[in-house]
Nanobody, 117 residues
Framework: QVQLVESGGGLVQPGGSLRLSCAAS????????MAWYRQGSGLKRESVAT???????TYSASVKGRFTISRDHAKNTVYLQMNSLKPEDTAVYYC???????????WGKGTLVTVSS
């Protein structure tokens, strides 16, 4: 089991940047993968970026080249650096801890990102 707390959301203008943080209640090295999902108003929840315990990263086509997922083991924290933000990036962003062997996912409560002029 793990508790996740996201932070760093807010209002930003198009073209701007934000960095989201996800603080985990346990050693993230013991988690198979950490991911960021998002859900815009009226839209389905979608995967944005994932980083495995081995350090492999994957991104959705809509954010590749603009977003970067990273982690700090000492702080048990995962980050999502978001650059060149667009209005369509507006969403609630969720941090997810994925335990693949037992097919269990743990979700944070989310942080709202609004991209608007």
């Amino acid at each position: 089991q793990v508790q996740l707390v996201e932070s760093g959301g807010g209002l930003v203008q198009p073209g701007g940047s934000l960095r989201l943080s996800c603080a985990a209640s346990r050693n993230i090295s013991s988690i198979n993968a950490m991911a960021w999902y998002r859900q815009g108003s009226g839209l389905k929840r979608e995967s944005v970026a994932t980083i495995t315990s081995g350090g492999t990263t994957t991104y959705s086509a809509s954010v590749k080249g603009r977003f970067t997922i990273s982690r700090d083991h000492a702080k048990n924290t995962v980050y999502l650096q978001m650059n060149s933000l667009k209005p369509e990036d507006t969403a609630v962003y969720y941090c997810v801890a994925q335990f693949l062997r037992v097919h269990m996912d743990y979700w944070g409560k989310g942080t709202l990102v609004t991209v608007s002029s």
